[in-house]
Every structure is written in structure tokens, then in C-alpha cells.
């Protein structure tokens, strides 16, 4: 059985890509399509999250390593990804209902057959509990494994 991955709050970084792939605002700045095996770890996550992925063909100008959001229409006016020496950094700013959120990281590795992400999310004008940080770390590696199964549909995920 596979489950369709959903955002959840300021923890929806742990889904890494999940339309993700093809040619992301330029060849070569996303995945390859398939069955990705991920390892999530954050400072919101109290423990290392591991999951499958199926990651498919995205529209152009995607961005596959930041968050994914859970609205349609959301609106996101920054979304880039650029090589640099090391890799490819990227940056995504979201409006939200109110106030914004921005992720920001470097992308390390093949993009054909295992990478590594290190990034940040921050929220600003929105209301969190007490003590809550505006600010969430969290790194993610990810191995290609094949090809997606028969049945398993782009950003849906098996333990």
C-alpha cells in the first residue's frame, strides 16, 4: 500500500521531492525520475525519518528540494535553483495565510544516483506557540533505486 505524501506545517520540509525531477528551472537541477529511498533528519524531527519516494517528471521551474506545499495556489514569487561549485543551492519564498515562509539549502551529490540536502525553513508573520523557533535545520539524503513500482504514482511514498 502506498500513501500519498502530505506537508504537515512547518515539518514540510520531510518530503524531498515529492513532484521532483526532469528539468527543474534547467537541465540537470533535479532527480531523475523513479523510486528514491530517503533518510530525513531535523530539529524537528526527534528521530530519523526513512522513507520511499516515487519522484516524477516536473513542469518546468519546479523546485524539487524545497518544501511542498499542501495548497493549490499557493504563491511562492522566489523559486530558484542555481549551480554553484559544490553542487546547487536553492531558495524558495512562499507567501502564507498570513506572513511568509522561506527555505533555503545546498544540494550536494548526483542527481542520477544519491545526493545530500542541507537547508533551513523559516517562517515570519505567523503566530507559533511559545518557545516555538521560526527557524527549522534539517539535512536528507537520498539513493535511486529504480524504477517506481507498479501502482506507486508520483510523491507517493512506501515505509
Known amino acids: 500500500m502506498f500513501v500519498r505524501a502530505v506537508s504537515l506545517s512547518l ?3 520531510l518530503v524531498l521531492p515529492v513532484h521532483a525531477a526532469g528539468n527543474a528551472a534547467g537541465a540537470g537541477l533535479a532527480p531523475r525520475p523513479g ?19 516515487c ?54 551529490g548526483d542527481l542520477n544516483t544519491s545526493y545530500r540536502v542541507a537547508g533551513t525553513v523559516e517562517v515570519a508573520g505567523v503566530k507559533l506557540a511559545p518557545g516555538e523557533s521560526k527557524l527549522s535545520r534539517y539535512q536528507a539524503s537520498a539513493r535511486y533505486l529504480g524504477a517506481c513500482p507498479a501502482g506507486m504514482e508520483p510523491g507517493d511514498t512506501a515505509p
Open 11 to 13: 515539518l514540510s520540509f
Open 35 to 53: 523510486l528514491w529511498a530517503q533518510t530525513i533528519t531535523g530539529d524537528r524531527a526527534p528521530a530519523p525519518i526513512q522513507m520511499k519516494i
Open 55 to 108: 519522484v516524477g517528471v516536473a513542469e518546468p521551474g519546479d523546485n524539487p528540494f524545497g518544501p511542498q506545499s499542501e495548497e493549490d495556489g499557493e504563491e511562492c514569487p522566489t523559486n530558484e535553483i542555481k549551480r554553484t561549485a559544490g553542487g546547487l543551492s536553492y531558495v524558495r519564498v512562499c507567501r502564507l495565510n498570513p506572513g511568509t515562509m522561506t527555505s533555503k539549502g545546498t544540494v550536494t
